[in-house]
C-alpha cells in the first residue's frame, strides 16, 4: 500500500529551559537511530545559549549559525535543525523578567511555531507525519491538528507530577487547590496515588496567587495533554506502576525512561546553556565516595539566607565538596553572594564552579552524596549512579520529586526538617549522610535495588525499550492511518482525529 513504509517524520519542540532540553535532545538521538527524521526546534534563545557555551562554537549574534546536530549527522542520524523566535530580543533577560517571559511563551510563541511548522511541512522530505512537543506547551493539540500530524506529549517529569496536575480537576472539587483555604490532610483520590501530603505538592499547587502566568500555562496545557494521542513519560514503569497505569485508563502512556545517550555521559550534541568546567583532574585526586556533589539546578533560584546557610554548614561539617553555583543562582542582579570567610575556611577541601558536566561528576568514584534540589534529570542521574540524595527542593515538581525520593524509594534525606533551615541542621546531615557508614549502607541498599530496576528497564527486553518500540509501532500505525484517511479524502475532525 502508498505510504505503507513511508520513513516517520517527526518535529520536536523541547520548552525552553535546561532539564527540558536536555531530555528531548536524547529522544531525538535515540528516536533518529530507530528510523526516524527529526526536526528539532530550539527557540533563538536558547539556541544561542547552546552555541555561546561552546567555546569551538562560530556564533551568528543574530540567531546563532552553529548547528548542535552536526555531529550526530556524521554518525548517521538523520536530524535537522532549525530555530525559532519566542518573542523577545536576544539579550532579553528571561529569568530576572520571569513573569513577563512566561506571558510570551503562553501568548506570543505558539504563532512563530505556527509559521514555522507551516513552512516545514510544505517543504520537508520525508513529509513531516509527527509533532513531538513538551506538555507545558499550550498549542500541541491546535497545531497538530492544523497539520494533519500525529500529536505526541513528552512529559519530561515524574508520572506522579503528570496526574497531579491532570487531576487538578479533582484538586480542586475537594479543596486542596485553588480554595480560600486549602484543605491540609492527605490527599488519597488521585487515581494511582495512594496518598499525599498537601506539602508534596508541586509548589504552584500549593501557591496563593494562582492566576500568575505560569499557572495560566498549566491550565492550559493539561487541557491540552487530553487531546494528545499520546503521552510519553520520562520515567521507569516499575517505578511508578500504579500511577502510569492509572493513567494509561485515560490515554496512552508510555514510559520511556530515562532517556539516555549511548554511554551515558558520552554527548554528541550539546545540551548545557553555560560553559562548563572540567572538574575530573580537581576530583581524581579525592578519595572514592569522600566528595559531596551540591547543585540546585539550572532554573529555581535560591534565598541569599538560606544559601550563606548551607555555606556555613558546609564549612562545619568538614566535608569534601564540589558545588555548582550558577552566577544568577540567587537573582540576575545579585552577585558575590558567599563571604570571604567561608571561602577562605573551605579552600583546601571544596571547588565552587559555575557549572559543569552533571553527569560526568555524579558518575565520578570521588562522588558519594548528592545535596540536590530534586530536579528530576538531577534524581535520574543520581539514580543511575547509585549517588544517595540529600534533598532541599525550591520549585515546581521538586517537591514531589523529593517524596518519591525519601518517602517512597528511601534513596535519600531531608536537608531540612524544620520550617527554616539553619547551618547547624545542614552540618549535620551532611555529615549523617557522608560521614556515618551505617546510614549510607541502609541509603545505598535501597539505592542499589532502585538503580537494578531503572538498568533493567533499559535491557533490549525492559519495560523501557518494549514501551519505546511500542510507542514507535502506534505513532507509525497512527500516522499511516492519517495519511491514507487524507489520500482518500478525509479531514481531522474538530478533535483533532480522523474519522
Not at 492544523?146 to 491532570?166: I, Q
Not at 549512579?385 to 527542593?393: A, M
Request: aromatic share 10%; charged share 20%.
Amino acid at each position: 500500500m502508498a505510504g505503507e513504509h513511508q520513513k516517520p517524520h517527526a518535529i520536536m519542540i523541547p520548552y525552553p529551559y535546561q532539564g527540558h532540553i536536555t531530555p528531548f535532545v536524547y529522544l531525538a538521538m535515540k528516536l533518529a537511530s530507530n528510523g526516524f527524521t527529526i526536526t528539532f526546534i530550539n527557540t533563538h534563545s536558547v539556541h544561542y545559549h547552546i552555541t555561546n557555551a561552546q567555546a569551538k562554537a562560530v556564533v551568528d549574534q543574530e540567531n546563532g549559525s552553529a548547528d548542535i546536530f552536526a555531529k550526530a549527522r556524521e554518525l548517521g542520524l538523520d536530524i535537522r535543525y532549525a530555530t525559532v523566535n519566542d518573542g523577545f530580543p536576544l539579550k532579553f533577560d528571561r529569568s530576572l523578567n520571569h513573569d513577563q517571559f512566561m506571558e510570551g511563551v503562553l501568548h506570543v510563541l505558539s504563532s512563530h511555531v505556527d509559521d514555522l511548522v507551516e513552512n516545514l511541512v510544505e517543504k520537508s522530505d520525508p513529509p513531516i507525519t509527527c509533532l513531538i512537543a513538551d506538555t507545558f506547551f499550550v498549542w500541541g493539540s491546535m497545531v497538530a491538528r492544523k497539520y494533519n500530524l500525529v500529536h505526541v506529549s513528552f512529559w519530561t517529569e515524574p508520572a506522579l507530577v503528570l496526574t497531579l496536575y491532570y487531576h487538578l480537576d479533582l484538586l480542586r472539587k475537594n479543596g486542596h487547590f485553588g480554595s480560600n483555604d486549602n484543605r491540609k490532610d492527605i490527599i488519597n483520590y488521585i487515581p494511582g496515588v495512594d496518598g499525599i501530603e498537601p506539602r508534596d505538592l508541586m509548589s504552584y499547587l500549593q501557591a496563593t496567587d494562582i492566576w500568575s502566568p505560569v499557572h495560566r500555562i498549566i491550565y492550559k496545557a493539561f487541557e491540552d495533554v487530553k487531546k494528545a494521542d499520546m503521552i510519553i513519560c520520562n520515567t521507569v514503569q516499575e517505578l511508578e506502576l500504579q500511577t502510569l497505569s492509572a493513567l494509561n485508563e485515560k490515554q496512552p502512556t508510555y514510559a520511556i525512561g530515562p532517556i539516555v545517550p549511548a554511554g551515558f555521559n558520552k554527548r554528541e550534541v550539546p545540551t548545557s546553556l553555560w560553559s562548563e568546567s572540567d572538574c575530573t583532574q580537581w576530583l581524581n585526586k579525592k578519595p572514592h565516595g569522600s566528595v559531596l556533589y551540591v547543585s540546585f539546578g539550572s532554573y529555581a533560584h535560591l534565598d541569599k539566607n538560606d544559601l550563606l546557610e548551607i555555606a556555613y554548614g558546609l564549612m562545619l561539617s568538614g566535608v569534601n565538596f564540589l558545588w555548582v553555583l550558577r552566577p544568577d543562582i540567587v537573582s540576575s542582579d545579585v552577585t558575590n553572594f558567599l563571604p570571604q570567610d567561608f571561602l577562605d575556611g573551605v579552600k583546601d577541601r571544596g571547588l565552587i564552579v559555575n557549572w559543569c558536566c552533571q553527569i560526568a561528576v555524579v558518575s565520578h568514584q570521588a562522588i558519594g552524596g548528592f545535596l540536590s534540589h530534586c530536579g528530576w534529570n538531577s534524581t535520574l542521574e543520581s539514580i543511575w549512579c547509585g549517588v544517595p540524595l540529600i534533598c532541599f527542593p525550591l520549585l515546581t515538581d521538586q517537591f514531589s520529586n523529593r517524596k518519591l525520593v525519601v518517602n517512597d524509594w528511601k534513596i535519600g534525606i531531608n536537608l531540612c526538617d524544620e520550617s527554616s533551615i539553619t547551618r547547624q541542621e545542614v552540618c549535620e546531615k551532611l555529615k549523617y549522610l557522608m560521614m556515618n557508614g551505617e546510614n549510607l549502607s541502609k541509603l545505598s541498599s535501597s539505592m542499589k535495588m532502585v538503580s537494578r530496576k531503572m538498568a533493567n528497564a533499559l535491557e533490549k527486553d525492559g519495560s523501557s525499550e518494549n514501551n519505546f518500540r511500542q510507542f514507535i509501532e502506534d505513532v507509525k500505525a497512527k500516522s499511516h492511518k492519517r495519511m491514507m484517511n487524507t489520500i482518500n479524502g478525509n479531514q481531522p475532525s474538530s478533535n483533532g482525529y480522523i474519522h
